[in-house]
């Protein structure tokens, strides 16, 4: 038996590829707790360290996440979890063998050994060995192998079928992205229904004081980057400019603009990104970013509850014309500004970061007008909100609506036990459930950043605890991959994420409405129609 000299064994990997030695066959050899397997070297794609992970809910126990590999999705399985050994944190000397299986699979093991050639008649059979793990994954044995007493031969396909029959030997799903159009024709009807008597907002706080925009006049919610090119010979209000999808977006900061002190500008602060178009929020004639303390929820609020801005404020010379309507809130306990675009617009601050807009170029030109409504119609607008360590999008049409947690839910007996209760919004009896108990994530207690997204599924709006909503994103569809078929509920509830390679970030988009099956659906309401 041949054997190469001692090296990384990322470089042996490489330099051999996986070609077959004449004299015999190579594999890659590793350790799992004081054991020695090995994987045939033909296929095995590379070796590498333990990568950032993305954790997926109702996935196998023995799925550690899903990572990026060079724009890849890569799914990360334990070995030791797979083998029901002891578990325990990654070292420096962990690696991850990532290995063809129609598709690639990283499997996660202690330590990697070396790249040795056996040959065929010194491959025993498995009859005689008493090993950790069953022989029925072994395709056989090699005795005194080098410096180990017997190196485990494993039959990748079975090993895969213990906890993944879905994805061995699955190339990829053939499903295309952009088979989600159906489901997408039906959120859209959903939205529209019962709209007539109530307007929508985007809410959120400037100095403790809750505002809201209309959201046919919002574009999408981002965070402040890091970087804001600031412009010399401008009011404080105008913060600068920023660079967002290859256009130029600048911003005005409300806290001054209402001649409140602006603190340092942190984590929490959001830009609702408006536009001046009244009929199209995608129009690009004019956006202004305007950078908020906080973003706060979606509401959805009647007509009756909206009530003028009073006489004494709307007149005179000192009048407030940014503020048209206050909406009315929890019996008037927390009232709500709407402010006026058109009249924001015609504010000074405002009028200056539209003249720098088209002092850069964004204005007038026509060539980029065309390319920008081109890209409009690759994009996607996702809320993307946070469960356990993770984040999780939705497609913008799904959401009805996204409120705060009431202090009390009204419990329901005898119902599965991820629903946490109902409550009553604005007349109509809403099922809640925990997001985390109907993923089997672990659960937590409640806190003030904690929202309840609302959809509407199949005639029932439901609405879901969420850890706390992140933003509004706008993604080109060509970012949007389909996930591997990690198990048969994971891919229905789960079959796409954003993969935005450059921000370092993976955004697992759920569909709602494969949340329940029809059983759950019926029962939900069921009891809709009970309460």
Do not use: W
């Not at 030695?21 to 004081?34: N, S």
């Not at 799914?75 to 690639?104: H, K, N, Y």
């Not at 029959?165 to 859209?188: C, H, L, N, P, Y």
């Not at 009028?351 to 204005?363: C, H, I, N, P, R």
């Amino acid at each position: 038996m041949a054997e190469y000299p001692q090296e990384t064994s990322e470089e042996n990997v490489a330099r051999t590829g996986g070609a077959l030695f004449a004299e015999g066959r190579q594999f890659v050899t590793f350790f799992l707790a004081e054991e020695v397997f090995a994987f045939p070297v033909i296929s095995v794609q590379e070796i590498i360290r333990v990568p950032n992970l993305v954790h997926i809910p109702l996935s196998p126990r023995s799925l550690s996440g899903l990572a990026n590999l060079r724009g890849t999705l890569l799914p990360i399985v334990s070995m030791r979890s797979l083998f029901q050994m002891e578990t325990r944190p990654a070292s420096e000397e962990t690696r991850v063998v990532v290995v063809d299986v129609g598709m690639p699979v990283g499997f996660v093991v202690d330590r990697v050994s070396r790249v040795v050639t056996v040959e065929p008649d010194k491959i025993e059979t498995v009859d005689s060995i008493q090993a950790t793990v069953n022989t029925e994954l072994l395709t056989g044995v090699v005795k005194e192998c080098g410096d180990h007493a017997m190196v485990m031969m494993l039959d990748v396909q079975r090993m895969m079928d213990i906890d993944f029959k879905d994805i061995a030997g699955q190339r990829r799903r053939e499903r295309s992205v952009k088979e989600s159009g159906a489901s997408q024709t039906q959120a859209e009807k959903s939205a529209e229904e019962g709209g007539g008597d109530e307007m929508q907002l985007v809410s959120f706080t400037v100095n403790q004081q809750e505002y809201a925009f209309p959201i046919e006049r919002v574009q999408e919610i981002v965070r402040v980057p890091d970087e804001v090119s600031h412009i010399p010979n401008t009011a404080s209000h105008v913060l600068g400019i920023i660079n967002l999808r290859s256009r130029l977006l600048p911003l005005v900061s409300l806290r001054q603009m209402f001649h409140f002190q602006q603190p340092t500008i942190g984590e929490h602060n959001r830009i609702v990104v408006i536009s001046l178009d009244d009929k199209n929020a995608d129009a690009r004639g004019g956006s202004v970013g305007i950078v908020t303390d906080q973003v706060n929820e979606v509401l959805r609020v009647p007509m009756g509850l909206a009530d003028n801005v009073p006489a004494l404020l709307s007149s005179g010379e000192n009048s407030v014309r940014e503020i048209n309507t206050i909406c009315r809130l929890n019996d008037g306990k927390r009232l709500v500004s709407i402010l006026d675009v058109e009249a924001l617009f015609e504010h000074k601050a405002l009028k200056e970061a539209l003249a720098m807009q088209q002092e850069s170029g964004q204005g007038d030109d026509k060539r980029d007008d065309r390319r920008h409504k081109e890209a409009l119609e690759d994009d996607v607008q996702l809320v993307v909100f946070r469960l356990f360590e993770e984040e999780y999008g939705v497609r913008i049409e799904n959401v009805q609506e996204i409120i705060r947690i009431p202090k009390e839910l009204t419990a329901v007996p005898k119902v599965s036990d991820f629903i946490e209760g109902m409550l009553n919004l604005r007349g109509s009896i809403l099922p809640v459930i925990d997001l985390r108990r109907r993923l089997g994530l672990p659960e937590c207690k409640r806190n003030d950043r904690q929202r309840i997204v609302v959809f509407t599924m199949d005639g029932v709006q439901t609405g879901f605890i969420v850890d706390s909503v992140a933003e509004v994103l706008k993604i080109s569809k060509s970012t949007i991959e389909v996930t591997p078929n990690l198990s048969e509920e994971q891919a229905r509830t789960m079959g796409q994420v954003a993969n935005l390679e450059k921000q370092k970030r993976m955004v697992l988009i759920l569909e709602p409405a494969q949340l329940f099956d029809q059983k759950q659906l019926k029962a939900l309401k069921s009891m809709h129609k009970a309460a």
